[in-house]
């Protein structure tokens, strides 16, 4: 990974962290491109950052949430155009256990910015 996209993946996911920590629908739909695709804990696909704003104001009112990445991954796959792949670990103050998922992004250049294009978390443990 270059130092530049490292960088812009470490912005999004401390901007991200933030977010999640207030359970901020506002800051962390901000946070996605206005076409973004995101497939959460649910199975419904959500779309744009309205759908990215209601995935997060539909979440628990948790006490004190937070969020930690590790394993991150990322490539620059174009000038404009990031992938990433990491493991998040939901740490949702003993109200239920730990949610341990795997993450991908592909994070695009927009209006100049960098945003959230897609979105997709998965299980940690197999399925099959």
Sequence with gaps: MSSEAD?????IIAKWCAGF????AGALSSLYARNAFFFGSNPRL???R???????AGLPRWRKPSAAFSEVNAAQAG???????ATITFDLAGE???LIVKMSWVIMREDGD???VNH?????????
């Design 96 to 98: 239920r256990d730990d």
């Design 114 to 116: 960098w945003k959230i």
């Design 7 to 11: 960088a812009i993946v470490s912005a």
């Design 46 to 48: 959500y779309r744009g």
């Design 50 to 56: 309205d759908g990215v704003a209601d995935y997060f």
């Design 120 to 128: 997709h978390a998965s299980s940690q443990v197999p399925l099959i």
């Design 79 to 85: 000038p404009d155009l990031i992938n990433v792949a």
């Design 21 to 24: 920590a207030k359970l901020d």
